[in-house]
């Protein structure tokens, strides 16, 4: 099953968080199909979250499922949930 959800980096005590489509028998921070923006959850910048959002409604309508932390970030840009 392909699925929509978040792969860490950064370094230790400083996460980073890239949204991305893979598969979901990889592991969290193993390789991916496509990046579909990032999340800085301390919130340290302006842009600390950014979704590319046409990308992100061609991965929903071909069948990815997004775990629930991707769905709240992905509805806080304006991604369409059918």
């Given at each position: 099953?392909?699925?929509?959800?978040?792969?860490?980096?950064?370094?230790?005590?400083?996460?980073?968080?890239?949204?991305?489509?893979?598969?979901?028998?990889?592991a969290r921070d193993g390789g991916?199909?496509?990046?579909?923006?990032?999340?800085?959850?301390?919130?340290?910048?302006?842009?600390?979250?950014?979704?590319?959002?046409?990308?992100?409604?061609?991965?929903?309508?071909?069948?990815?499922?997004?775990?629930?932390?991707?769905?709240?970030?992905?509805?806080?840009?304006?991604?369409?949930?059918?």
């Amino acid at each position: 099953m392909v699925k929509i959800r978040l792969s860490r980096f950064g370094s230790t005590h400083n996460p980073h968080y890239r949204i991305v489509v893979t598969d979901s028998r990889v592991a969290r921070d193993g390789g991916y199909i496509e990046n579909l923006g990032h999340y800085d959850p301390r919130k340290t910048s302006e842009n600390y979250l950014k979704v590319h959002v046409d990308r992100a409604q061609y991965w929903l309508g071909v069948g990815a499922q997004p775990t629930d932390t991707a769905r709240r970030l992905l509805k806080s840009q304006g991604v369409k949930f059918s």
